[in-house]
């Protein structure tokens, strides 16, 4: 009995845990309506509440065995109830704090001024808590009746402030996007192009060492005589958002696309928009306990580089770039980030809207045929399932590349981008490889195996780069960026991967490590500059094609990447919006 009484405490902290992270959604979701917080809450009771509930458990049990003098709790204890709350409680806190530094930047500032708030209380609350079980246990036996009465303020405190400082939400109205019709506000200058390659996930610890060696010398004569930046990342470092907003020179708050898909509590109809970080908290998908719809092109409230260009008389060409299904209508060719995955399939790929237009279905469904290039796969990793989906991925890569070379000839463009993700794949399971310190466990051999396996894969993204700086005319510009780089993952995500039977990643972006970019051509000062952001990607390439920047747009247009000469005949202008 005594072990049972034990359990009716762990499971009251557990629940306390449950109430703080279903807060800090809350938070993080601001449009979330306080009518779907109870199917909120059972959701979480029923995940992450039984499960602090049995780490609980086991600390109390643990106490009992080394304990000098063990203890026989009541059903509801305030000698147990007071540690754990605390605990549970800076818990909270500290979740709250790490979300609120790691958020805040894409985060609307009435709402990082809200969950400022609520962090504050929660902590205090905390604070509060753990110098009550530290008077309990000074004072102890002399227990005073109103210690329980207080830890019951302060628990209710710890949940009601916060939820306070969130309020009842704002509107979730979504401003409608115009998908067409903005009538052209200044004509494009000269005839020069523009070529983006994104590399995801590339890193410049492998890029560097790389290119010094002579074994990326692409790599190495952008460093050269190109300008160099750091780019600092968004988070939820996932590629719909980071990619969104590089589309659109906009953060998340102004995009509608503020994670990589929208989730619903089991019998909820409300959605989030973005899940916490730093606990766990995507397991919830994978376990049912949230239902999960991915974003598509239509979910975007902001015009994208693409759209504004066509509308400007700048004819483009899309290929792969996140959040692009269905492809919509615009000047010149698009190929959806899902057209791959549709072509596997049985579908119609002339009705799918993978491609626009219609006739460039049939040209890029040859090429994932039919790539032209050498796509060998690397030597398995750990398992043979994890070198398939990276050989895969490298071979839509290479088909995507082939289907920009090929559409070209039918629809030549001045703006065009391809999206590689190889590389992202490659490192989510060969990084340790690459970086064995961190993991510790890592041989020799296996260094030398993968490693290599790794360099060739950023070899074939080198020589995708030659081919790239091959095709380039006098007055044309490149750009080689990547969004996010690569950071080891921690042990607890290795051991969750393990949990499901999966390959083991050993790489991640989540931490959000910066990502890079290199522009190069005749218009461009060669150097190392400040560090840019994701967001003023569309503004630059605004600017070097002639256009004005929007004044709505988050990022700013990096002027001073290019010469003299080419600044002082192209003075930067602005539109109040390219918005309706």
């Known amino acids: 009995m005594r072990y049972l009484r034990m359990l009716t405490n762990a499971v009251i902290a557990g629940v306390a845990v449950a109430l703080y992270i279903a807060v800090l959604m809350l938070q993080l979701n601001p449009h979330y309506s306080l009518a779907g917080f109870p199917a909120l809450v059972l959701t979480l009771v029923a995940s992450y509440g039984l499960n602090v509930a049995a780490v609980f458990y086991g600390l109390i049990v643990v106490h009992q065995v080394v304990a000098a003098e063990p203890i026989s709790p009541g059903w509801i204890s305030f000698r147990v109830l007071v540690w754990l709350c605390a605990i549970g409680a800076g818990t909270g806190a500290a979740l709250t704090w790490t979300n609120l530094q790691g958020f805040g930047p894409v985060l609307d500032p009435s709402t990082v001024l809200r969950m400022t708030g609520g962090a504050v209380a929660l902590t205090l609350c905390a604070a509060f808590m753990l110098m009550l079980a530290i008077w309990h246990r000074w004072r102890a036996p002399l227990g005073s009746k109103y210690e329980p009465v207080l830890l019951a303020l302060l628990l209710m405190a710890s949940v009601a402030v916060p939820m306070t400082f969130r309020g009842p939400g704002t509107d979730a109205t979504r401003p409608p996007r115009d998908a067409g019709g903005l009538a052209a506000t200044a004509e494009a200058a000269g005839e020069s192009r523009v070529t983006l390659l994104l590399f995801e996930g590339a890193s410049l610890d492998v890029i560097a060492p790389g290119a010094a060696d002579g074994r990326l010398p692409h790599f190495g004569r952008l460093a050269q005589s190109a300008a160099f930046m750091h780019v600092a990342t968004i988070r939820p470092t996932q590629p719909g958002t980071v990619w969104t907003a590089a589309a659109t020179g906009k953060l998340p708050v102004k995009t509608g696309i503020r994670s990589a898909a929208t989730y619903w509590p089991v019998g909820g109809t409300d959605a989030i928009e973005v899940l916490p970080d730093s606990c766990f908290a995507h397991a919830l998908v994978r376990f049912g306990f949230l239902r999960q719809q991915l974003h598509t092109s239509r979910d975007l409230t902001a015009r994208s580089l693409w759209n504004i260009l066509s509308q400007q008389g700048v004819p483009v060409g899309i290929i792969n770039w996140s959040v692009t299904q269905p492809a919509r209508e615009l000047r010149g060719y698009q190929v959806s980030d899902e057209f791959a995955q549709l072509a596997g399939s049985s579908v119609d790929l002339d009705n799918t809207e993978g491609a626009w237009p219609r006739e460039a279905a049939s040209v890029a469904a040859a090429a994932l045929t039919n790539p032209g290039v050498d796509t060998r796969g690397a030597p398995a990793p750990a398992r043979s399932d994890a070198s398939e989906l990276i050989a895969s991925t490298c071979r839509s890569d290479r088909a995507y590349e082939r289907m920009a070379t090929d559409l070209e000839g039918s629809?030549?463009?001045?703006?065009?981008?391809?999206?590689?993700?190889?590389?992202?794949?490659?490192?989510?399971?060969?990084?340790?490889?690459?970086?064995?310190?961190?993991?510790?466990?890592?041989?020799?051999?296996?260094?030398?195996?993968?490693?290599?396996?790794?360099?060739?894969?950023?070899?074939?993204?080198?020589?995708?780069?030659?081919?790239?700086?091959?095709?380039?005319?006098?007055?044309?510009?490149?750009?080689?960026?990547?969004?996010?780089?690569?950071?080891?993952?921690?042990?607890?995500k290795q051991l969750l991967e393990r949990t499901f039977g999966n390959p083991v990643p050993t790489g991640t972006h989540e931490r959000a490590p910066d990502g890079f970019m290199f522009v190069f051509g005749s218009a461009v000062t060669p150097g190392r500059y400040a560090r840019a952001s994701i967001v003023d990607l569309v503004p630059t390439v605004l600017y070097f094609f002639g256009l004005p920047v929007g004044r709505d747009m988050d990022g700013f247009a990096r002027t001073d990447i290019f010469s003299r000469d080419f600044t002082t005949h192209r003075p930067i202008t602005y539109i109040p919006t390219y918005e309706r």
């Open 411 to 492: 629809f030549p463009s001045r703006f065009r981008a391809v999206r590689y993700r190889c590389l992202d794949a490659a490192g989510h399971y060969l990084l340790r490889y690459a970086q064995p310190n961190p993991f510790g466990d890592v041989s020799a051999e296996d260094v030398e195996r993968y490693n290599l396996a790794l360099g060739g894969f950023y070899a074939a993204a080198d020589a995708a780069v030659g081919r790239a700086i091959a095709g380039m005319r006098p007055g044309d510009l490149l750009i080689v960026m990547s969004g996010f780089g690569m950071d080891p993952m921690d042990i607890g």
